[in-house]
């Protein structure tokens, strides 16, 4: 049984045990059906109180099944079931009442929720909508603008916010089941209000349905679920409750079944398996109590922001009075930005500042549990700075590096206690990206790596292990769509229309604006290594721009021009003309779909290379890297599950086709091997 009940007097209290967060499986599904059919029969009983047991109230409905067709009972039919009971049903909220879960309060009469929890219809972020009645229940219950906002943007409420939009009865004081069962004795001695089902809905403003809908266009980048949730919300506005209830079925439906939705579950379970890789079950991070950051430029203070942000003591590290002042600076400007955003107020500004202590000293890491380093990207002055470490900081401490494109095995090289190096690679601005590769090094203990795990959970960032690598996963990637990009421009198309091309394809931002964003002059330095390693990186023109000092928007140029003291990127007659230069004339039209196959397909070989070298340990973490470290639409669900929903030998055949045009290098080894490994289909 899915859940059991209970009596307080003439009050039935269902509570519901589905672990891990109660959603709402097939199983639980019947059990709800009985439980509403057993209680209307039971004349003792006149109020029911629906709650959960362990951590959540209903999570949901089971994501797990959304990969097969729907299988009875529906949801629907449940919550309508529980709607109409002889006896008014009054939701217990604790956690989190989400998407079916929330459905399901809303065919309850009434919701008591504890402060804290969090109401929402978040299926959006899962490529679909709500398919349980909320885009009918809900407005019926808020109003159509609020409810409409809450479902296109699928971001949940606080219980406190839930009440002021009437969407929770009352906040629980004390024990929730205790306040529910309450509040079902206070209901029974006033006549009930109608059924949501029943009640009459009002329309919104006419203004309202154009601005959300450009509001949404810019924010969606192609992600169609808020689009269509939109469109069922508007449609429903003047239909009847059973016809709305249909229509929100079929385009529910139909989502599910996408291609979209198929990708966003992907990213969804990849995303909560990754902090807990199987290699590291049973074995105990070491507690993190007081942390450390060497270096306190834009990547110091920003890990420094992001450990605080976590609520961890920080010593910031630098080497003369000047630079640690810089640091201190560098971090309260980070939470100045968030105090103008209105995301943090002026009191907690001081209290992150307060618990961050600056030196020139590294003694002052004395007590410091882990320390990351975020100096120069310089083999020697790293190395310096871990001898410090390894003189001052305690011998069972976590010794971190960030670096980005340097070995860390030779950062570490002569460390006494190797087996608490590793290697902590942040994306930045590291206080907001949500990826944080762990890079352990050949002697890392496994309560080490534990531990870059139970902090990567701890900044709320998604854990991936990457391997010992130029690059490790995510910049190796990078070097190969860099690389296309450039070939594309050799091929003839501009920067302006790869830019247009990728962006159009989901990504925030084009290679090229990146690229000026970021500035040209780091990758060159890599290049510069790669080259002195006997390596011959691909940048033909993204050298030259170097050598021309045009190193991106701070330089005034980069791949575009740019007026003083305006961002937007115009084209550039210096860069054509190198292109010219470069690549001579006449040179071919591209589609816009070529260009993203272009970029797309060699990303893939990298990625299954990266994979069958052991760099990168499931196709999933190649995905993740690329959803929360570049910007690959969430809603694509990483390259790798792209191509595996294509099919591999189809991605072979086209980026071979790539090849032979000049467009591409030649597909490698190890995605020849994948799609030699697939099974043939029958098309
Ligand atoms: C929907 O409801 C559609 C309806 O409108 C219509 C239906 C007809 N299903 O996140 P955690 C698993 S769409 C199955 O680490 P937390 C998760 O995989 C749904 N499994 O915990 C993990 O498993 P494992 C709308 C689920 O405490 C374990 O639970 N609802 C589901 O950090 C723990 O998860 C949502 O989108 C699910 N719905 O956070 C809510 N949810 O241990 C999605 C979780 O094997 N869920 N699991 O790796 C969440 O946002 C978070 O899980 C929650 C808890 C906030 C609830």
Redesign the pocket.
Known sequence: MTLSVTRAGDIAIVTIDNP??N?LSRALRQDLLSAAASLDADTAVRAVVLCCAG??FV??????EFGRPPEPP???DVIARIETAAKPWIAAIHG?A????L?LALGCRFRVAVPGAQLGL??V??G?L???G?TARLPRLIGMEDAARMITGGKPVPAEKARALGLIDSLAEGDLVTAACCYATKVLTQPLPPVLSERVLQPADAAFWPALEADLRKSARGAEAPLRALAVLRAGETLPFAAAMAQERTA?LELRASDQAAALRHVF?AE??APRPAELKGIAPRPIAVAGVVGGGTMGAGIAAALRDAGLPVVLIERDDAAAARGLANLRAIYQGAVKRGRMTEAALAERLAGVTASTDYAALADADLVIEAVFEDLEVKRAVFAELARHCRGDAVLATNTSYLDPEAIAAGLPGPGRFLGLHFFSPAHVMKLLEIVPGRDTAPDVLATGFALAQRLGKIPVRAGICDGFIGNRMLKTTRAQAERLLLAGASPAQVDAAMRGFGLPMGPFEAQDLGGLDIAAFQRQAARARGETPFAPVADRLCALNRLGQKTGGGWYDYAAGDRRPRSSPQVEALLRDIAGAPRQALTDAEIVEAILLPMIDEGVTILQEGIALRPADVDLVQVHGYGFPRWRGGPLHMAERQGWRAVLARLAALADRGLAPPPGAALRAMAADEAPTDS
Do not use: C, M
């Not at 999570?59 to 797990?64: K, L, Q, R």
């Not at 989400?98 to 879960?101: F, H, Q, V």
């Open positions: 891990p967060v959603a951590r959540t999570a949901g409905a089971d994501v797990s529906h949801l629907p989190t989400l998407g079916g879960g459905e978040p299926e972020t899962l679909v709500p398919g349980a909320g529910f379970f909560r398996a």
